[in-house]
């Protein structure tokens, strides 16, 4: 059974950093495109980074260059290491399996961990 | 980038009834178009992919129809647990951009 759990949400300042760890079990996180969606108060789910099997990376331009995405594969772990952080990053943040095969869906989500930017 | 748009923004329903949730792209994004069920504290759940197809488990009373630009989530027949917001999502490229999100409720 595939399992995804994420960690290290808080309540951090602007400005400051943090990594968020999400645990994978059932599947290899090397062997399928991983990536992290966010969900603000009351607002509809984004994008936020994908890691591509082959260790390429891609992010929303609103995270670009001070969010960086991550894998161990010998612990089976995504990362999301985010620095810089901003108010409108308050959000709850998934991590995602990409299916493979036809449009490449995200058919496994982890239950979230809340990140709260504020002063 | 290509935008995702739904309509409506929130509809109310009661148990038993129809309802069609419409999802349109900025740009053709052939059939990579899928629908996904978000609740309050819960992860989001995917519901179709491919535009039409069902995801294992799903009821079949939710179906999915469109390609190209114009796409459509249908609920034969509402029941208690379906309200809820739903989301389109093209994956025709590799930023996976999200639809809005349509709030379904209980009239």
């Known amino acids: 059974e595939v399992q995804l759990v994420e960690s290290g949400g808080d309540l951090i300042r602007p400005g400051g950093s943090l990594r968020l760890s999400c645990a994978a079990s059932?599947?290899?996180?090397?062997?399928?495109?991983m990536s992290w969606v966010r969900q603000a108060p009351g607002k509809g789910l984004e994008w936020v980074s994908l890691?591509?099997?082959?260790?390429?990376?891609q992010y929303a331009d609103s995270v670009k260059g001070r969010f960086t995405i991550s894998r161990d594969n010998s612990k089976n772990m995504l990362y999301l290491q985010m620095n810089s952080l901003r108010v409108d990053d308050t959000a709850i943040y998934y991590c995602?399996?990409?299916?493979?095969?036809?449009?490449?869906?995200?058919?496994?989500w982890g239950q979230g961990t809340l990140v709260t930017v504020s002063s | 980038d290509i935008q995702m748009t739904q309509s409506p923004s929130s509809l109310s329903a009661s148990v038993g009834d129809r309802v069609t949730i419409t999802c349109r792209a900025s740009q053709t994004i052939s059939d990579y178009l899928n629908w996904y069920q978000g609740k309050p504290g819960k992860a989001p759940k995917l519901l179709i992919y491919a535009a039409s197809r069902l995801h294992t488990g799903v009821p079949s009373r939710f179906s999915g129809s469109g390609s190209g630009t114009d796409f459509a989530l249908t609920i034969s027949s509402l029941q208690a647990e379906d309200f809820a917001t739903y989301f389109c999502q093209e994956s025709y490229t590799s930023f996976y951009t999200f639809g809005p999100g349509t709030k379904v409720d209980i009239k």
């Open positions: 995602a399996k990409i299916g493979v095969g036809a449009s490449m869906p995200f058919d496994d």
């Open positions: 059932g599947f290899s996180v090397i062997s399928n495109y």
């Open positions: 890691i591509f099997t082959d260790g390429e990376t």
